[in-house]
């Protein structure tokens, strides 16, 4: 039956009274999900655990304090003041386990007593949580990317330099990351000041990560991919005795020799309309070992900076831009580009650790301080994916670009849907009840991922 206009239009101007009450309402009814996941992975005890060498400890508990941030970065909040508005939210008070929150003040204190130890256990926490996930996973390959990137701020704090930043004289921080590709989690990150190269000091961290997950995954295919920063004998060695199989960029421009091969060679196979290559065994003079280097040239139309003439007939002129890329692998060379070019993904994680989780927000002038920051937003991201990963099938294969197993949500999508949902807390019976309105879409997705806790 057609609706009538009097039954669509309604004449309301009247303004509605404030009333402040005590109604036990809340804001974040979808962090129920978060609250049933923390529970599952008993995360308010580990990240406590990493506190216990501190002598002296807030009344609400350093794990709590973390945890507190978590779930800051999770509901879509950057600054530390604006915990303020969201103090009295009885759903958020019950996931971290407290009748009223902490004050700016208290928590900045807290933050205050962190050290270096603080940090690793921290770490340690983040890897063991990806960890149980790959082992239940199980997966037949696994990619590890390692890259940088930069936290800029615009004040002074511990540990930051003037370093290699689009604002000039910019002081920042820039962490090495080491991501999986099948999972789209951060496995750990090594904490660095801005003006340090990506490959200083990088070899530890990287055979570290490469050793943790093969306790745990003793038969997984490991794979490496990394930028041009990381190309050296030192880092390819090392790589090549975990026998672990990589991708590296080349930066040729650094070696007259390759730049002269290009200029000799005169037979270039095909790889596709646009891409053609061809292969050699090469090595600077100071390596020990040779490796398989693939040059790659790209057709692309040359830019004509005269004036256009529409009425005419112009003929495109192609030019070419080269890559090259070493690697141990024996796939064929389309597939060894396309595995390589898959490492682009590893931005959009950045992108988004950024963007919806404030990994970019420099809350101290402690260097321990922001770096317990930098872990919160880690958390929230790998907390996200894991909610997701816990509670749906993979969605795709294995594919030569490596991409995620799943079909990802990204967590400012997540809170739109679901964690900024209005409630209201009730006891009818005496049981604890928390009554939403009636939207399908949303009681789907609540009930889909509270399946984690069945």
């Not at 929230?380 to 294995?398: D, I, S």
Request: a positive charge; proline letters at 4%.
């Amino acid at each position: 039956m057609k609706p009538t206009r009097d039954s669509v239009l309604g004449k309301r101007h009247a303004l509605a009274e404030l009333r402040f009450e005590d109604q036990q309402l809340t804001s974040f009814s979808g962090l129920i999900v978060f609250q049933s996941l923390f529970a599952q992975l008993d995360l308010r005890r580990r990240l406590q655990g990493g506190f216990e060498h501190l002598k002296v400890a807030p009344i609400f508990g350093q794990g709590r304090i973390v945890l507190l941030l978590i779930v800051h970065v999770l509901l879509g909040y950057r600054r530390l003041q604006e915990l303020r508005y969201y103090r009295d939210d009885p759903l958020v008070l019950r996931t971290l386990g407290l009748k009223r929150l902490p004050d700016v003040a208290t928590v900045s204190r807290a933050l205050s007593m962190h050290d270096e130890r603080s940090v690793l256990e921290l770490r340690r926490t983040c890897r063991s949580l990806v960890l149980e996930r790959l082992e239940k996973l199980a997966p037949a390959r696994l990619t590890l990317d390692f890259d940088g990137s930069v936290i800029g701020t615009c004040r002074y704090a511990e540990g930051t330099a003037v370093g290699y930043n689009k604002k000039k004289g910019q002081r920042s921080y820039y962490p090495l990351f080491c991501t999986l590709a099948q999972t789209g989690q951060v496995f750990d990150v090594w904490h660095r000041p801005g003006n340090v190269h990506d490959s200083n000091g990088a070899r530890q961290f990287i055979e570290t990560c490469i050793e943790a997950i093969r306790r745990v995954l003793p038969q997984t295919i490991l794979e490496v991919r990394m930028d041009s920063a990381f190309f050296s004998d030192e880092i390819l060695s090392a790589l090549t005795a975990l026998q672990v199989r990589f991708t590296v960029s080349v930066p040729f421009e650094r070696f007259a020799v390759l730049k002269e091969q290009i200029n000799r060679r005169t037979r270039w196979r095909g790889m596709s309309p646009t891409l053609s290559y061809f292969e050699s065994k090469w090595k600077p003079k100071s390596w020990d070992k040779r490796f398989r280097f693939i040059f790659i040239r790209e057709a692309q139309p040359l830019q004509r900076k005269e004036p256009v003439q529409l009425d005419l007939f112009q003929p495109y002129e192609y030019g070419f831009q080269f890559k090259m890329i070493v690697t141990n692998t024996t796939l064929a060379a389309r597939k060894v580009l396309r595995l390589h070019n898959g490492r682009g993904a590893q931005e959009g994680v950045f992108a988004e650790l950024k963007s919806h989780a404030q990994m970019d927000y420099v809350p101290s002038k402690r260097l321990a301080a922001n770096q317990t920051w930098l872990m919160a937003a880690v958390f929230a991201h790998n907390l996200n994916r894991e909610l997701q990963m816990a509670t749906t099938e993979p969605q795709r294969g294995t594919t030569e670009k490596r991409a995620p197993l799943w079909c990802f949500a990204r967590l400012d999508t997540l809170r739109r849907q679901i964690l900024q949902r209005a409630g209201r807390f009730t006891r009818p019976q005496g049981k604890l009840t928390l009554t939403l309105s009636p939207n399908d879409s949303v009681r789907d997705d609540l009930f889909r991922y509270l399946t984690y806790a069945a």
